[in-house]
């Protein structure tokens, strides 16, 4: 659907024209169905890279291609795509009505008055259709800018931070709409701040750092990137063996983490003496943690690893056979 | 085509109805013609009269030409800054398209304006019992084709540069002043200055005055019909020469915007 292939993107800003390396050497693809969602530090280039996708910047090097075309403004490949900016860049003159109608028409198709209506009724604007964009909420304006979606089949749609300054309510409303929108065939990428929403949407998850991305990947399995530890809880005779770490003890009960390659050692200790173990499974990570420890460290060693393939298949729970003491919920 | 022509027409006619500038801007220039036409209602004789709509369609004309140019730049630079072509271009919408409506949409708010004032200029002589003169009409048209000409000046202006950047070019670097420059060094140069930099500066001037646009390219011309209110049968062909220019002009403007529309970040 996108593939964005060595891409630089230099510009010069400010009075004294200080130039600026937004892009350096950019990589990506997003498959059609992809949820995809672009993640990195502010400054990382997620914005310029979107822009890039949407035609609205060129960039100084690189191969750019949406849907097998190269993007420029008002290109007719656009016919599928919806875009939904951040606040506030909207025709704010126009009134909510008049904005869905216009946004709708610039596909230049003629949009019935009943499907304007049915739309904005739908999205609970039929009441403030008459009400201009300035005087919008952030979560009406964007509402305006789903009904473009849902008015046309959008096969791509970008959103740059979507819920930025949405209330809870609104964000969950928003949410279900980019799911039914999303499980209607659209792609989808996604830029956002918000790792929580990300990992509760996106599919594919790219992290961008210093105009490059650092991991492109599904989003499962930059959720499982501590995969060398698995959390453990117990009761038993007490004693702790020394490759646990992070010991927790609730009355009899022991919690603690073990790295993988020590995992047969636990069983074995496990069945020697007798523990009825409660948990023993793979160590869920958040996205936050991830992109931390991408970001922060060793992302460049995470990705090589990645790219070449070299880490195992994620296994959810580990169920060792032939244990004398007894495992649950394991 | 005609579908995406007419959604951004629609568009941008909202935005002048709504434009708090352009209503600024137009019951200001309604309140100093009203003003100064106050003092005719009380006149009661035909020459009178006649100086009163002479003076009051003057000032009506002047306007629609200030009006224009407001058109052209409120509406590309209120675009431009507020950011809201990303809207427009991320659709199968091509700038060259957006540019056209915009343009076209100022022409016709201007083309409606200069109606209302012939109109208003012919009501009044009939209610003061003047004959309706073909000169209204040659004036009417004539502002009109200087108020496109303007329009798609103003236009480039403030797609390259910042619309206060633009207004002060608009209003100093004009026609007119280096037009005045062209002249003094002439009279210098034959009052037997003859230097160098003197000739220099006549050449500047001169080639300054040909490339930039010309409000009223056949001012000296026409400019006994706007003082007598007559036009004789042979003057109306000046219309058409304006036209010509004024179509060459704003396919130059266009041109000219649509390649800086083109290359600018709409970010």
Redesign the interface.
């Known amino acids: 659907m996108i593939v964005a292939e060595n891409v630089h993107v230099r510009?010069r800003r400010g009075i004294f024209r200080r130039p600026i390396q937004a892009l350096h050497g950019l990589n990506l693809e997003v498959r059609e169905g992809d949820f995809f969602a672009l993640v990195g530090q502010n400054g990382a280039g997620k914005?310029t890279a979107m822009?890039c996708f949407?035609?609205?910047?060129k960039p100084s090097s690189g191969r750019i291609e949406v849907m097998g075309k190269t993007p420029y403004?008002?290109?007719?490949?656009?016919?599928g795509?919806a875009?939904l900016?951040e606040e506030?860049?909207?025709?704010?003159?126009?009134t909510v009505e008049?904005a869905t109608?216009?946004?709708a028409?610039?596909?230049?198709?003629?949009i019935p008055d009943k499907t304007i209506n049915e739309t904005l009724e739908r999205l609970g604007l039929a009441q403030f259709k008459t009400l201009?964009l300035a005087k919008c909420s952030k979560g009406m304006k964007q509402k305006v800018g789903i009904a473009q979606c849902l008015i046309h089949e959008t096969r791509l749609l970008?959103l740059d931070e979507p819920t930025r300054g949405l209330d809870p309510l609104v964000i969950r409303e928003f949410r279900e709409w980019l799911r039914e929108i999303h499980s209607r065939g659209a792609t989808i990428v996604m830029n956002s701040h918000v790792l929580s929403e990300i990992e509760m949407l996106a599919n594919r998850v790219a992290i961008i750092e210093r105009g490059k991305v650092v991991v492109q990947d599904e989003l499962r399995n930059l959720l499982t990137l501590d995969r060398e530890l698995y959390s453990v809880a117990y009761e038993g005779n007490g004693v702790v063996p020394d490759y646990l770490s992070s010991v927790e003890r609730l009355g009899a009960l022991v919690k603690g983490a073990i790295a993988k390659e020590r995992l047969y050692d636990f069983m074995e200790f496990s069945r020697d003496a007798g523990l009825l173990v409660h948990e023993c499974s793979l160590k869920k990570t958040s996205l936050e943690e991830s992109f931390f420890n991408i970001v922060k460290g060793g992302g460049e060693t995470e990705l090589s690893e990645r790219r070449n393939g070299e880490y195992m298949a994620t296994q959810d729970t580990a169920t060792p056979g032939g244990s004398e003491g007894q495992w649950r919920n394991c | 085509?005609a579908?995406?022509l007419?959604?951004?027409i629609?568009?941008h006619f909202?935005?002048y109805r709504?434009?708090r500038l352009l209503l600024a801007f137009l019951l200001v220039f309604l309140l100093l013609t009203g003003l100064s036409s106050l003092p005719a209602l009380f006149m009661n004789s035909g020459v009178q009269s006649f100086n009163s709509l002479h003076q009051i369609f003057e000032v009506l004309n002047v306007f629609l030409l200030f009006f224009a140019g407001g058109l052209g730049l409120f509406i590309m630079s209120?675009h431009l800054r507020?950011?809201?072509l990303?809207?427009?271009?991320?659709?199968?919408?091509?700038?060259?398209?957006?540019l056209v409506s915009v343009f076209w949409s100022a022409v016709t708010v201007s083309l409606l304006l200069n109606c209302i004032v012939f109109a208003s200029a012919a009501v009044l002589s009939f209610v003061w019992h003047l004959p309706v003169r073909a000169a209204l009409l040659f004036i009417s048209v004539d502002t009109f084709i200087a108020s496109v000409g303007i329009i798609a000046y103003l236009m480039l202006l403030t797609t390259l540069v910042h619309p206060a950047i633009a207004v002060t070019f608009a209003l100093i670097f004009n026609a007119d002043l280096f037009y005045g420059g062209y002249e003094w060094t002439q009279s210098v140069i034959r009052a037997g200055n003859s230097s160098v930099w003197l000739r220099i500066l006549d050449h500047l001037f001169h080639y300054l005055y040909f490339i930039l646009p010309m409000v009223y390219a056949f001012a000296k011309k026409t400019e006994n019909i706007y003082s007598s209110f007559r036009v004789s049968q042979g003057e109306w062909k000046y219309l058409l020469f304006s036209f010509g220019y004024v179509t060459v002009l704003s396919v130059f403007c266009y041109s000219l915007a649509l390649l800086a529309l083109?290359r600018k970040?709409?970010?």
Not at chain 2, 86 to 98: D, H, R, S, Y
Request: charged residues 15%; glycine residues 4%.
């Open positions: 510009f914005s822009y949407l035609g609205l910047m403004l008002g290109s007719p490949l656009y016919q795509v875009y900016p506030p860049h909207y025709h704010l003159y126009l008049e109608r216009y946004y028409s610039l596909y230049g198709k003629r201009r970008f | 085509m579908e995406l007419k959604a951004n629609m568009a909202a935005y709504r434009s209120s507020s950011r809201s990303k809207m427009v271009f991320t659709k199968p919408c091509p700038p060259a398209l957006w083109q970040k709409h970010i």
